[in-house]
């Protein structure tokens, strides 16, 4: 998003010029290949490697482990997760991966029609990590908390 902006402006800023001093020049695209350059993106790499050894995986299980981020951004820090109702911090457990889509099958059912009605609606996902409480009796229900990192961040 501020990528966006930041070219938005450059637009702009060029445009105003344009007016006042006629065609673009060699100087005026100084900056932009830097705004487009493929970032770096570790994370990712480390995903798609991961991913491609089983690429039909849809549920990632390592209790008390990491989760396998689809990027860089969106990630849950420290802090972001809140601690269960019994005040123990919340591990993580397991992650959800964007082939459960597909395991899911949805084409013809209600939710396709119901997503559709909605365009805005997307149930497209880089993960989804599940975190639990650490602490509780054995059998005893804590809800859970997802993190959703976002398919195109």
């Known amino acids: 998003m501020k990528e966006m902006n930041k070219i938005s402006k450059m637009v702009d800023s060029n445009k105003e010029r344009e007016k006042k001093e006629g065609e673009y020049t060699q100087n005026d695209f100084k900056g932009w290949k830097e705004l487009f350059k493929q970032k770096k993106d570790a994370s990712y790499d480390a995903f798609r490697t991961v991913i491609s050894k089983a690429p039909g995986q849809a549920l990632r299980y390592a209790r008390n482990g990491m989760p396998l981020w689809a990027s860089e951004e969106h990630q849950a820090k420290e802090g972001d ?73």
């Open 81 to 153: 997760i809140p601690a269960a109702p019994d005040g123990s911090p919340r591990i993580f457990e397991f992650q959800l991966m964007p082939p459960l889509l597909f395991h899911l099958n949805l084409e013809g059912t209600l939710l396709k029609n119901a997503l559709e009605a909605k365009q805005q609606s997307t149930l497209d996902f880089g993960t989804v990590a599940i975190y639990t409480s650490s602490g509780g009796e054995p059998g005893e229900y804590i809800e859970e908390v997802a993190w959703v990192q976002p398919y195109n961040v």
